[in-house]
């Protein structure tokens, strides 16, 4: 299985800033994933990314507001951008290996508090 | 689409008790099902799967099996610890697509 580290784990920020979090996976993937966990909710896919292409960004969500990078097989970047209290989630990166049978492995997750 | 729904937490129990927490989906095709475990602070890791009706998935005394006809995938354990205090959600996978449905999770707290 593979091994996925984020960074930071936790960030406590203000309203209007910006905040990359970083995934670092120990293998090689195709695609990885960015998911939401608002307070008390479930998780929300954000965008699914591949290397070398534009991410693909679910209903609601837009570059703009959540720019991805995948500069490579094995890291993917995701930027919170003009933050505010609403954003103020668990931010989770993910990869699949194990197809067909759509096995995702989660990174630990990242904390954001947005005052 | 695709949805997972389970029952609403929290689930409280006292330890050994017997644990069941509902899951029941709606998809199209022969979707894998799986259970997540969420501890406090920490992020999501794979409990256990199915892949196709009838399978049992299994995995820390937690057992799951996917019920076709009843569109369920329940979770279950004989008797709960202390350590097992955790969300638990449901989803569901179709092959060849890699994005998965979750179910809002099911706090779980178990006392001593």
């Known amino acids: 299985s593979a091994v996925i580290s984020q960074k930071p784990s936790r960030d406590i920020c203000q309203r209007g800033t910006s905040l990359t979090i970083q995934c670092q996976v120990d293998?090689?993937?195709?695609?990885m994933f960015w998911y939401r966990q608002q307070p008390g909710q479930s998780l929300t896919l954000i965008a699914t990314?591949?290397?070398?292409?534009?991410?693909?960004?679910e209903s609601g969500f837009v570059i703009d507001k959540f720019p991805i990078s995948r500069p490579n097989l094995t890291f993917s970047t995701l930027t919170v951008s003009n933050m505010s209290p609403e954003d103020s989630s668990i931010y989770l990166c993910?990869?699949?290996?194990?197809?067909?049978?759509?096995?995702?492995?989660f990174g630990p997750g990242t904390r954001l508090t947005v005052l | 689409g695709d949805s997972v729904t389970q029952m609403e937490g929290p689930v409280t129990l006292s330890e050994e008790a017997f644990l069941t927490i509902n899951c029941t989906y709606t998809?199209?095709?022969?979707?894998?099902l799986f259970w997540y475990v969420q501890y406090p602070g920490e992020g999501l890791q794979l409990l256990l799967k199915?892949?196709?009706?009838?399978d049992k998935g299994s995995n820390k005394g937690f057992e799951a099996t996917y019920r076709k006809e009843t569109t369920s995938f329940h979770l279950e354990k004989g008797s709960v610890q202390v350590s097992d205090s955790a969300v638990y959600f449901c989803a569901l996978g179709h092959s060849g697509y890699s994005t998965l449905t979750f179910g809002k999770g099911t706090m779980l707290l178990v006392s001593p």
């Open positions: 993910s990869v699949e290996q194990g197809f067909p049978y759509n096995e995702q492995f």
């Open positions: 199915a892949t196709k009706a009838d």
């Open positions: 293998s090689q993937v195709t695609m």
């Open positions: 990314a591949n290397q070398g292409s534009e991410a693909t960004y």
């Open positions: 998809a199209t095709g022969y979707p894998s």
